[in-house]
């Protein structure tokens, strides 16, 4: 059975930095590409990056690019988002996900099939 366990959220203020990570189990990690989501109170859920299987591929959404970063540790099964220069729109619950297959680098949600139960972040003003 697939698990993906989020930690690191938390109440920051604005310009401030929080590290998310996620830890796997239940199948071959260096198998999957990872991805982080986000969804905000009465929003849909968003994509914010994603990692290829190795590590030598990642994307991010456009809102998040040169604040945000993903690195993955296989030999730990960890994913992890490092997040700076927070702002509050950043705030929402984050869950960190696994690709289908062998898909490379998806950002569609769909396209994704083992989801964490989600990492709360609150960025205050």
């Known amino acids: 059975q697939v698990q993906l366990v989020e930690s690191g959220g938390g109440l920051v203020q604005a310009g401030g930095s929080l590290r998310l990570s996620c830890a796997a189990s239940?199948?071959?990690?260096?198998?999957?590409?990872m991805g982080w989501f986000r969804q905000a109170p009465g929003k849909e859920r968003e994509f914010v990056a994603v990692?290829?299987?190795?590590?030598?591929?990642?994307k991010y959404a456009d809102f998040v690019k040169g604040r945000f970063t993903i690195s993955r540790d296989n030999a730990k099964n960890t994913v992890a988002l490092q997040m700076n220069s927070l702002k509050p729109e950043d705030t929402a619950v984050y869950y960190c996900?696994?690709?289908?297959?062998?898909?490379?680098?998806?950002?569609?949600?769909?396209?994704?099939?083992?989801w964490g139960q989600g990492t709360q972040v609150t960025v205050s003003s």
């Open positions: 996900a696994t690709a289908q297959g062998s898909l490379s680098t998806p950002i569609l949600v769909r396209d994704y099939d083992y």
């Open positions: 239940g199948r071959t990690f260096s198998n999957y590409a």
């Open positions: 990692i290829s299987r190795t590590g030598g591929i990642k």
